[in-house]
Every structure is written in structure tokens, then in C-alpha cells.
């Protein structure tokens, strides 16, 4: 079964500084998105991204966040200067069209900001 | 912004008992999924509910979609310790592109 594979699995960063995490979504799906999830907490939406752009962020995702398609194949979550509240899981998910067949969710990226 | 609630945040069930999550929108959805999330893992699809007052059934999960398209509940008949993990609805509303995931009902089954 097709899967979106995220990478890596765990990253521990000094706060301050710059991530970026990684995201190999199906490569039939159009529609691409990243969530976070603090330990033990709601699944929270960050951004959706269609044909190359933005389409929808929340008030998470503001300057500090960036997403980028920078080729046919990966999607890539930046942080550029991470705080400790940064802390959580990373999920990125695509689906084939917009939500009707149910999103497919990565494995996830744990965040560690120390 | 839109909200999504579940009830109850955790429930422990011995094994072969009912359990029921239930899910409220502050806003008119177009359509309702429900997740799963084992421990550690990631959320898993289950279903996609789109019709008011719908139901589905997957073996021993029945899903509901309410008439006002602003609730839904999960029902597990005769729960197994597989069926453990949080149970999370997610709502699409209108002409968003945000899925929103609810707060999720963390299921315990006792052997």
C-alpha cells in the first residue's frame, strides 16, 4: 500500500535555529498538508498546499513557517528560528483530491527543541 | 475560528463492552472523517461521512453523521484490546480547505 514517508523520524534542534523536515507524499495525491500534534494533544492544522501554492494556513503557520515543493517529489516543512513551544510531532498527509477519499499521514518527524 | 469537540476525552472499557465517541462542530460541516491513532503511531482514515443524518458501518464500528451536519459519533460494538487508541472525527467546513481534527476520546480496553 502507498505510503507518505517522512524523514527523518526525530530531530533535536538548539532553539534558535533552523529546521527543515521532510515529506515524500503518494505520488498520485495533488493535495499535500502539515499538521502538528503536541504530546498527548489534538491533531492541529498547519497549511495545505495545492499546484505550488498555499491554500489554506492557520494562525500557527505564520512568518517563522514556510512550505515548499521543491521538486516532483518532496514537500518540506521549514522553521526558521524555533522556539521551545516548537516541541511536537509533525505529521504531513496528502490526498488525491480535496478531503474526499480521507488524508494519508506520514509516520511523522518528532520535534525536540532544547 | 471553527472548533471541534469530542466526548468523553478518555474512556476504559473492559473487553467485550460498547463504546461510543461522540463529536461536535461549532460550525455546519460539509463532510466528517473519523481517525484512528494507535500509541506513537499516526492518524490512520477510517471513514468519510458527507450525507445529514448518514450512517456507516465498518464490522463493529458504526458511524453517524448528524442531521444538522454538526455531529457525529463513533460506536464500537464488543470493543478488543486491537480496538485501543484515540479516535479522532475531523470536520471539513464549507468552503475550507482545513480539515479540523477534534479533540479525539482516548479508548482503554481492559483484557
Known amino acids: 500500500e502507498p505510503e507518505v514517508t517522512q524523514t527523518p523520524s526525530h530531530q533535536v534542534t538548539q532553539m534558535g535555529q533552523e529546521v527543515i523536515l521532510r515529506c515524500v507524499p503518494i505520488?498520485?495525491?495533488?493535495?499535500f498538508y502539515w499538521y502538528r500534534q503536541i504530546l498527548g494533544q489534538k491533531v492541529e492544522f498547519l497549511v495545505s498546499?495545492?499546484?505550488?501554492?498555499?491554500?489554506?494556513k492557520s494562525e500557527i503557520f505564520d512568518d517563522q513557517f514556510s512550505v515548499e515543493r521543491p521538486d516532483g517529489s518532496n514537500f518540506t516543512l521549514k522553521i526558521r528560528s524555533t522556539k521551545l513551544e516548537d516541541s511536537a510531532m509533525y505529521f504531513c498527509?496528502?490526498?488525491?483530491?480535496?478531503?474526499?477519499?480521507?488524508?494519508?499521514f506520514g509516520s511523522g518527524t518528532r520535534l525536540t527543541v532544547v | 475560528g471553527q472548533q471541534v469537540m469530542q466526548i468523553p476525552q478518555y474512556q476504559h472499557v473492559q473487553e467485550g463492552e460498547d463504546f461510543t465517541t461522540y463529536c461536535n462542530s461549532s460550525?455546519?460541516?460539509?463532510?466528517i472523517q473519523w481517525y484512528k491513532q494507535r500509541p506513537g503511531g499516526h492518524p490512520v482514515f477510517l471513514i468519510q461521512?458527507?450525507?445529514?443524518?448518514e450512517v456507516k458501518k465498518q464490522k463493529r464500528l458504526t458511524f453517524q453523521f448528524g442531521e444538522a451536519k454538526k455531529n457525529s459519533s463513533l460506536h464500537i460494538t464488543a470493543t478488543q484490546t486491537t480496538d485501543v487508541g484515540t479516535y479522532f472525527c475531523?470536520?471539513?467546513?464549507?468552503?475550507?480547505?482545513?480539515?479540523?481534527f477534534g479533540t479525539g476520546t482516548l479508548l482503554a480496553v481492559q483484557p
Open positions: 498527509a496528502s490526498s488525491i483530491v480535496r478531503s474526499n477519499y480521507g488524508y494519508t
Open positions: 505520488s498520485n495525491h495533488l493535495y
Open positions: 498546499f495545492y499546484n505550488n501554492e498555499i491554500s489554506e
Open positions: 460550525t455546519t460541516l460539509s463532510n
Open positions: 461521512l458527507v450525507k445529514s443524518g
Open positions: 475531523a470536520g471539513l467546513g464549507g468552503a475550507t480547505n482545513k480539515l479540523i
